[in-house]
């Protein structure tokens, strides 16, 4: 396979792995939108279906805190009822003999009301209220957790896409550059100096760097369309990247930046509030071995007064008020195993916690490591692409006083647009390496 169309291929993988699939409509300059990355996480975060499910979830767990605390205050409860009675039939005589009727009042009214309050149920309402707002820490973090990942998503498709758009600038300049030199080539020909074969090459290579532009114009619109589609555009707005440029950010120590991921990461916070929820699951089930103690109040107004004897057609009302308390017995049986159960599960998180913090030391690891080999490969590729450079106007003056081939020049033209395509995909992805890197530590 040609050496170019090789290192395209592998342009274009890079550009997958930055998750490029995005599409735009050539347009005029007028509707171009210039946009930083932060503009563009701004958009992403209100646009985003994912993260507003997210900031729903918690929502609910908000009101679920509240619903939770509302369960401390008594419950009331309002009754009444209407009933027809029908007369009691005696059997004085027998249950063979026809009964005498015993007149009742037939007509009965009932209402009133009932209150209980809570005054001790081993601390299950106060757990209950614990555990709410524990998930509610939870859903915050799996909110910051959603806008992070999606902010990496943009990032990814916002260097892809400026990645294109360098690689479209090296390849326009280097066509006008090469059709430059192939009409030196012509006029090097005309006057018998060199073959036709040579004119032929460098007709058939630049035919395939124009072949590449076309290739990269697409992977240009494929690219927009997906970015206007994270951040809720038409499809065919045209994007102009703004405020990269070839500024690294500088990062902390190694030991600093593990201090930080091991607070702020976002799988190892997730994982300690999940640890704690487990700790409290233990709690919740102990309080089935605990008695519930609580207050009572009956108020009642009715008709017929049959709550004392002699009973009379009257309207009545009577309240009352007292304590009332319980015990599960059967609690000492059923909830020794939950008890066991609830331990072994916090046993059980306690163990994916260190687990996950192992995690995010070797992510972290990769992560630096990665970001500082991006940023030495960028110094290296500037020295590849002056060499290349170099080369190529020496390979130049050769051919042109013959003392080279036409491959020795194609070779070296191909080099430089190759270093210069490595130089330029080295900053991008060093880039994106510190996207990974600031992710990792939960600080995105």
Not at 23 to 32: A, N
Not at 72 to 82: E, G, Q
Not at 349 to 364: A, I, M, P, S, T
Not at 418 to 434: D, H
């Amino acid at each position: 396979m040609n050496p170019l169309v090789t290192y395209c291929v592998g342009s274009l993988l890079l550009t997958t792995l930055l998750n490029p699939v995005y599409s735009q409509e050539v347009s005029s300059l007028s509707d171009t939108l210039s946009l930083s990355v932060e503009q563009v996480w701004e958009r992403t975060n209100k646009n985003s279906k994912q993260v507003h499910s997210k900031e729903l979830a918690n929502e609910i767990r908000a009101e679920q805190v509240q619903d939770a605390i509302r369960d401390k205050w008594p419950t009331l409860a309002v009754f009444a009822s209407v009933q027809q009675a029908s007369n009691i039939p005696i059997y004085d005589q027998g249950i063979f003999h026809k009964p005498s009727q015993h007149e009742v009042i037939h007509t009965l009214y009932n209402t009133g009301a009932d209150m209980y309050l809570n005054l001790y149920s081993g601390s299950k309402i106060t757990l209950a209220i614990q555990e709410k707002k524990l998930l509610k820490k939870i859903a915050d973090i799996e909110v910051d957790q959603s806008k992070a990942t999606l902010r990496y998503e943009a990032s990814s498709l916002f260097l892809s896409l400026q990645q294109s758009l360098i690689f479209k600038r090296v390849m326009q300049e280097n066509i006008v550059e090469q059709a430059h030199q192939l009409k030196e080539v012509k006029d090097y020909f005309e006057q018998g100096v060199i073959l036709k074969s040579d004119i032929l090459r460098m007709d058939l290579e630049l035919s395939k760097r124009r072949m590449t532009l076309l290739e990269i114009e697409n992977d240009i619109k494929l690219i927009t369309q997906k970015l206007n589609q994270l951040m809720g555009l038409p499809d065919e707005q045209v994007i102009k990247p703004m405020g990269l440029g070839d500024y690294m950010a500088p990062v902390e120590s190694y030991e600093d930046a593990l201090q930080l991921a091991l607070h702020q990461s976002y799988e190892n916070r997730l994982s300690e509030k999940h640890t704690e929820h487990a700790a409290l699951a233990v709690k919740q089930v102990k309080t089935n071995l605990r008695p519930v103690v609580g207050m009572t109040g009956n108020f009642t107004f009715a008709n017929p007064q049959i709550f004392l004897y002699p009973y009379n057609d009257s309207w009545y009302s009577l309240g009352m008020i007292g304590l009332k308390a319980s015990y599960q017995l059967s609690a000492l049986w059923h909830t020794k195993h939950k008890i066991a159960a609830a331990k072994l599960a916090y046993e059980q998180e306690e163990v994916n916690h260190h687990y996950v913090q192992d995690q995010v030391r070797q992510q972290l690891k990769e992560a630096y490591l990665r970001y500082n080999e991006a940023l030495t490969r960028i110094d290296v590729q500037k020295k590849n692409f002056a060499q290349a450079k170099e080369n190529a106007r020496i390979i130049k003056n050769t051919y042109f006083n013959q003392t080279s081939l036409i491959t020795d020049l194609l070779d070296a033209n191909l080099q430089v647009l190759k270093t210069q395509f490595e130089l330029e995909s080295a900053k991008i992805v060093a880039q994106n390496k510190y996207y990974i890197l600031q992710l990792t530590k939960g600080t995105l």
